[in-house]
């Protein structure tokens, strides 16, 4: 019973405001470092934009929104994802609910709507976050968000959003939770182009640099406040050395 309530519409919008008004005060109290320091004027010249972040990391991006952005996120159907929906909600972002997943199974997680969705959003003039790797498979980019470049024209931006104080969980992406009262690093990273007429060669090579790059704004950013990215390892059992 608890568990059917703690899914329930009504508790998980509950819990989303919650996590939302956390947020406000996690953005509120730490002191925080942008890299680089002009990066909003990429954004303004090259919006509708994506932005890659990789599991566990995804708790704090609303804080790099302002309040003149457009965006949409790609939020899983499944668990909790009403929270985390409700949250991003409460922060002007549109969730939109579907799964990646792998593409042999994206016809039956929702894959086709969502990436329907996002390049509708895109289209439309929103900006569109979502992460890169797939459930369960941490720090290895899936070809998702790579054909949504190819097909949207757009750029994806890696990016990151951490704090020197944190709850780190020891869960499968190594997700990390901010704290109030001490120092914060948003770092972006250069923009990745996918070229329309990209073929499948070309396409995984894009994949592979931007592991790359999202390992290196994790890098930057948790030395920025100076600490270590407690995923580190999930890099290098994925087969690449650390940033």
Same mark, same amino acid.
Request: charged share 25%.
């Given at each position: 019973?608890?568990?059917?309530?703690?899914?329930?519409?009504?508790? !998980?919008?509950?819990?989303? !405001?919650?996590?939302?008004?956390?947020?406000?005060?996690?953005?509120?109290?730490?002191?925080?470092?942008?890299? %680089?320091?002009?990066?909003?004027?990429?954004?303004?010249?090259?919006?509708?934009?994506?932005? +890659?972040?990789?599991?566990?990391?995804?708790?704090?991006?609303?804080?790099?929104?302002?309040?003149?952005?457009?965006?949409?996120?790609?939020?899983?159907?499944?668990?909790? /994802?009403?929270?985390?929906?409700?949250?991003?909600?409460?922060? /002007?972002?549109?969730?939109?609910?579907?799964?990646?997943?792998?593409?042999?199974?994206?016809?039956?997680?929702?894959?086709?709507?969502?990436?329907?969705?996002?390049?509708?959003?895109?289209? =439309? =003039?929103?900006?569109?976050?979502?992460? +890169?790797?797939?459930?369960?498979?941490?720090?290895?980019?899936?070809?998702?968000?790579?054909?949504?470049?190819?097909?949207?024209?757009?750029?994806?931006? %890696?990016?990151?959003?951490?704090?020197?104080?944190?709850?780190?969980?020891?869960?499968?992406?190594? +997700?990390?939770?901010?704290? %109030?009262?001490?120092? /914060?690093?948003?770092?972006?990273?250069?923009?990745?182009?996918?070229?329309?007429?990209?073929?499948?060669?070309?396409?995984?090579?894009?994949?592979?640099?931007?592991?790359?790059?999202?390992?290196?704004?994790?890098?930057?950013?948790?030395?920025?406040?100076?600490?270590?990215?407690?995923?580190?390892?999930?890099?290098?059992? +994925?087969?690449?050395?650390?940033?």
């Amino acid at each position: 019973m608890l568990k059917r309530l703690g899914r329930a519409p009504f508790t !998980q919008n509950l819990l989303g !405001q919650m996590l939302a008004a956390y947020l406000r005060l996690v953005k509120a109290t730490n002191r925080w470092i942008f890299q %680089p320091g002009d990066f909003f004027k990429a954004f303004d010249r090259d919006a509708p934009y994506i932005i +890659a972040l990789w599991h566990g990391q995804h708790f704090l991006i609303p804080l790099g929104k302002r309040d003149k952005d457009r965006y949409a996120v790609l939020i899983s159907r499944h668990g909790d /994802g009403g929270i985390n929906a409700a949250a991003a909600a409460a922060f /002007g972002i549109r969730p939109i609910r579907a799964s990646g997943g792998k593409p042999d199974h994206m016809h039956r997680k929702g894959g086709v709507r969502g990436l329907r969705e996002m390049l509708r959003a895109l289209e =439309g =003039g929103e900006s569109v976050t979502l992460t +890169a790797d797939v459930p369960k498979k941490a720090r290895v980019a899936g070809i998702g968000i790579i054909t949504l470049a190819k097909l949207s024209g757009r750029p994806i931006y %890696p990016a990151t959003v951490v704090t020197s104080r944190r709850i780190d969980f020891n869960s499968w992406d190594r +997700a990390s939770l901010g704290l %109030p009262f001490g120092r /914060g690093a948003i770092v972006i990273g250069d923009p990745i182009h996918v070229d329309a007429d990209a073929d499948d060669a070309a396409m995984e090579e894009t994949r592979r640099a931007l592991e790359i790059a999202l390992d290196r704004v994790q890098h930057d950013a948790f030395a920025l406040v100076g600490s270590q990215d407690p995923g580190a390892e999930l890099s290098l059992a +994925a087969g690449r050395l650390p940033a």
